[in-house]
């Protein structure tokens, strides 16, 4: 991953030769209003993009387009899971807002009592924090060590090295996010994977699931990273995804709340929708409020990413060059895949980009598949009767 901004370049550099080709190797599905998919197929080949599903939105108007590969692994359709990655984040963060409209805790709660868990690198630091990356934790490489020999997370908690400084500036951290499930478990008494099921993913009718154990393989699509290109190397299910999440276990799920779920674009769209207004299939779901609160800005990303900011969950791209604007939701990147999903402030205009992998180079930290995304649906959407 192009994490640096000298990796970035190299990365980009490299990319048109050594990242797999897909061009003349695309299929094709649409449906509802009518898309320019030669310009779309331009900007597949150019991201180098391994199926994928698209759903543009606006007011009453769809479009929907399912595009498989012809190497007969990346096949999409209406039915098709897709490990959205940091997607993720925003359904834990309506979840999360849900439960404190419910009275379950409040938004300011500091952590440490929520997990019964006095440990110095947690000190000082509220679910407010961790929704908004504010929490000073930081992603290290004993997450994953003890995710994947069972650790705890207290384990990795007194690693000296977890945090830098003190609550409120800025820096992404899926540590953080991991966290929230354990405190929804913690509080609760009920698996993550039961949770978000009863009182997230049902009352949005939506398909998903933070539980990859539940889904046959071959419903879902496998990721490829494509630079460095390896094949035969795809990620449908990961190691830590393959055990199931049936019972709650507070200390040791913190590997799954921060990019884990598995669903399909017309969900994302339903997730975004209900983000949006606050609404979902069965009626209110979270408060003006708490809606206000979710979309306000708590940080912002600073020089390297000066269009960029964060709110409980929640990516926002302010550039004048794609739309007089705002557009709030989330990309992720996870195994290879970019996925993206927006909507314009304004206007409610929808746009959500799912694939099996993709490019990773990026304009500062918004990857530019998802900047071309955003290119790209305004300006079919704009041509769409009204």
Same mark, same amino acid.
């Given at each position: 991953?192009?994490?640096?901004?000298?990796?970035?370049?190299?990365?980009?550099?490299?990319?048109?030769?050594?990242?797999?080709?897909?061009?003349?190797?695309?299929?094709?599905?649409?449906?509802?209003?009518?898309?320019?998919?030669?310009?779309?197929?331009?900007?597949?080949c150019r991201y180098h993009v391994h199926g994928a599903s698209l759903r543009l939105v606006s007011g009453k108007q769809s479009a929907s387009v399912f595009t498989s590969v012809r190497d007969g692994m990346h096949t999409a359709d209406a039915s098709t899971f897709?490990?959205?990655?940091?997607?993720?984040?925003?359904?834990?963060?309506?979840?999360?807002?849900?439960?404190?409209?419910e009275g379950a805790f409040a938004l300011d709660a500091p952590v440490s009592d929520l997990l019964r868990l006095d440990v110095p690198a947690l000190r000082g630091i509220t679910l407010r924090h961790l929704l908004s990356h504010t929490s000073a934790l930081r992603d290290i490489p004993a997450v994953d060590r003890a995710l994947l020999a069972g650790g705890t997370?207290?384990?990795?908690?007194?690693?000296?090295?977890?945090?830098?400084?003190?609550?409120g500036v800025f820096s992404y951290c899926n540590l953080g996010f991991g966290i929230i499930g354990c405190v929804l478990e913690k509080v609760t008494g009920t698996s993550i994977r039961s949770l978000f099921q009863d009182q997230l993913f049902s009352?949005?009718?939506?398909?998903?699931?933070? /539980?990859?154990?539940?889904?046959?393989?071959?419903?879902?699509?496998?990721? @490829?990273?494509?630079?460095?290109? +390896?094949? *035969? #190397? /795809?990620?449908?299910?990961?190691?830590?995804?393959?055990?199931?999440?049936? @019972?709650?276990?507070?200390?040791? +799920?913190? *590997? #799954?709340?921060?990019?884990?779920?598995?669903?399909?674009?017309?969900s994302v769209e339903k997730l975004l929708s209900c983000i949006r207004t606050g609404t979902g299939a069965s009626g209110t779901y979270l408060p003006d409020s708490l809606v206000e609160e979710m979309h306000r800005v708590h940080a912002v990303y600073g020089r390297r990413s000066p269009t960029l900011s964060y709110g409980l969950g929640l990516l926002f791209v302010q550039d004048p060059r794609l739309s007089p604007h705002r557009f709030l939701?989330?990309?992720?990147l996870a195994y290879g895949c970019v996925?993206?999903?927006?909507?314009?402030?304004?206007t409610g205009r929808t746009m959500i980009f799912l694939n099996g992998g993709c490019s990773e180079g990026r304009v500062g930290m918004l990857t530019c598949s998802n900047r071309d995304l955003i290119s790209f649906a305004c300006r079919e959407m704009n041509r769409w009767p009204s």
């Open positions: 991953m192009p994490t640096t901004p000298l990796r970035n370049l190299t990365y980009r550099a490299a990319l048109p030769f050594l990242a797999p080709s897909v061009r003349g190797r695309l299929i094709h599905s649409a449906d509802g209003q009518s898309l320019d998919l030669d310009a779309y197929t331009r900007f597949l897709f490990r959205v990655a940091s997607l993720t984040k925003m359904a834990t963060s309506l979840l999360t807002l849900h439960l404190v409209s997370l207290e384990e990795v908690l007194r690693s000296p090295d977890v945090r830098v400084g003190d609550p009352p949005l009718d939506m398909r998903a699931t933070l /539980d990859a154990s539940t889904l046959r393989d071959d419903e879902i699509m496998p990721v @490829t990273r494509i630079l460095p290109y +390896h094949p *035969g #190397h /795809d990620v449908r299910k990961t190691a830590l995804g393959k055990r199931p999440l049936d @019972t709650p276990d507070p200390e040791r +799920h913190f *590997g #799954h709340t921060a990019g884990a779920m598995y669903t399909d674009a017309v939701g989330h990309q992720g996925d993206g999903a927006f909507w314009e402030e304004h």
